[in-house]
């Protein structure tokens, strides 16, 4: 069965570094979608992004993130200085329509957790 | 803001007993809305989805949805052990593209 997959499973690093979560969604979805879950709370929207463009971003989503599909099968975000309030678990999930509908599923991946000492 | 509310419990229900999780949304206009299980250090599994009023079945899961009173709930018939997790509703954006999330309900089944 198809599935989203993240790479690395956990990445440590300095604060103010830069880093890049890499995702490959499942090969014929056409939207991707990161989210983020701090420890403890709930899975928070950052992204959705469609035709190489962003289609919506949330507030948490502000000039330190940005994403790329750099080829036909990657989807990555990268965060430009990370902060101590960046650790948290980051999942990539993807939907397989052709156009937005209330009814489509969001399939995630295993997840990136991010730890930023 | 559309806001979906779940008690964050946990609930614990012996083997082979139903479990019962609910979820409440303020949003009246909502349409659809998606439960996922997700275990401790894991990503949100989906379980069910729902669009319509009334309840739908999916072997040991079944999901209600009631639109009047802007609650939707998940039902576990026969719980096991391993049906043990936290249990997240979740409803999309007025926007259409992001999922948001409830806090989730943990659910303990003991043996």
């Known amino acids: 069965e198809p599935e989203v997959t993240q790479t690395p499973s956990h990445q440590v690093t300095q604060m103010g570094q830069e880093v890049i979560l890499r995702c490959v969604p499942i090969?014929?979805?056409?939207?991707f979608y990161w989210y983020r879950q701090i420890l403890g709370q709930k899975v928070e929207f950052l992204v959705s992004?469609?035709?190489?463009?962003?289609?919506?971003k949330s507030e948490i989503f502000d000039d330190q993130f940005s994403v790329e599909r750099p080829d036909g099968s990657n989807f990555t975000l990268k965060i430009r200085s990370t902060k101590l309030e960046d650790s948290a678990m980051y999942f990539c999930?993807?939907?397989?329509?052709?156009?937005?509908?209330?009814?489509?599923?969001?399939?995630f991946g295993p997840g990136t957790r991010l730890t930023v000492l | 803001q559309k806001e979906v509310e779940q008690n964050s419990g946990p609930l614990s229900v012996p083997e082979g007993a139903i479990a019962s999780l609910n979820c409440t949304y303020s949003d009246r206009v909502s349409q659809s809305f998606f439960w996922y299980r997700q275990y401790s250090g894991k990503s949100p599994e989906l379980i069910m989805s729902?669009?319509?009023?009334g309840d739908k079945e999916d072997g040991r899961f079944t999901a209600q949805l009631n639109k009047a009173s802007q609650y939707v709930s998940l039902l576990i018939r026969d719980s096991q052990p391993s049906d043990s997790a936290t249990y997240l509703c979740?409803?999309?954006?007025?926007?259409?593209?992001?999922?948001?999330f409830g806090k989730g309900t943990s659910l303990l089944v003991t043996p």
């Open positions: 729902i669009y319509s009023n």
């Open positions: 992004f469609y035709n190489n463009e962003i289609s919506e």
């Open positions: 979740a409803e999309y954006s007025n926007s259409g593209y992001a999922l948001n």
């Open positions: 090969s014929n979805h056409l939207y």
């Open positions: 999930a993807s939907s397989d329509s052709s156009e937005i509908s209330p009814t489509d599923t969001q399939y």
